[in-house]
């Protein structure tokens, strides 16, 4: 299950962390687009944006004979679309420089035909530096805490048995 923090791969071939989700549904019923290029198939929203020959492209307009990109192939022909029912949305937000990522071997964007690709890179830009500035050192210190606090539980513990004598069971 992908949550924020994770990392996965960008556009660029390199991984990112995950820093939010526009969408994150994992129980929604909806119809999604399958584009196949021989035996490689991406199954994505039909108003997500593919990286193709042509620029960005939502998934719903791409025809065979389109062009789109695959992380082993390259430019690779779509030879089949089909329209197919499935189970959970998700639609993450990286800390990459260019908001694209791979899904199913594929260079989608990150972004939606719901609001323009300009105008959501700017929206989300407040919620990038939060989470850089603020969530991430607050969770790195959370976890330094919970580390640190149960280190000392158990060497406290350890402590404690050690000073407690066998026979009279006291210090």
């Given amino acids: 299950q992908l949550r924020v923090g994770d990392m996965i791969r960008s556009g660029d071939n390199s991984f990112a962390e995950v820093y939010f989700f ?3 549904d994992e129980y929604t019923e909806a119809t999604f687009v399958e584009l196949s ?5 991406l199954r994505i929203s039909p108003s997500h944006y593919v990286i193709s020959g042509s620029g960005l492209l939502p998934a719903g307009s791409i025809v065979p004979g389109d062009t789109i990109y695959h992380v082993t ?8 679309v089909q329209h197919v029912k499935g189970v ?3 639609a993450p937000h990286t800390l990459a420089a260019r908001p694209e990522l791979y899904v199913d071997g594929f260079r989608v964007s990150e972004f939606t035909t719901a609001v323009h690709p300009k105008a959501a890179r700017l929206l989300l830009m407040p919620l990038k530096l939060a989470y850089i500035s603020v969530y991430r050192p607050c969770m790195n210190n959370f976890w330094r805490a919970v580390a ?3 280190g000392s539980i ?3 513990r350890v402590l404690q048995r050690s000073l ?4 009279s069971g006291t210090g």
């Avoid at 290029?37 to 198939?41: E, K, L, P, R, Y």
């Fill in 37 to 41: 290029c021989g035996q490689h198939t």
């Fill in 88 to 90: 959970g949305l998700y």
């Fill in 148 to 150: 640190f606090g149960w």
């Fill in 164 to 167: 407690i004598s066998p026979a």
């Fill in 73 to 80: 192939g390259g430019a690779m022909k779509v030879d089949r």
């Fill in 22 to 24: 526009s969408h994150r």
């Fill in 154 to 156: 158990l060497a406290s």
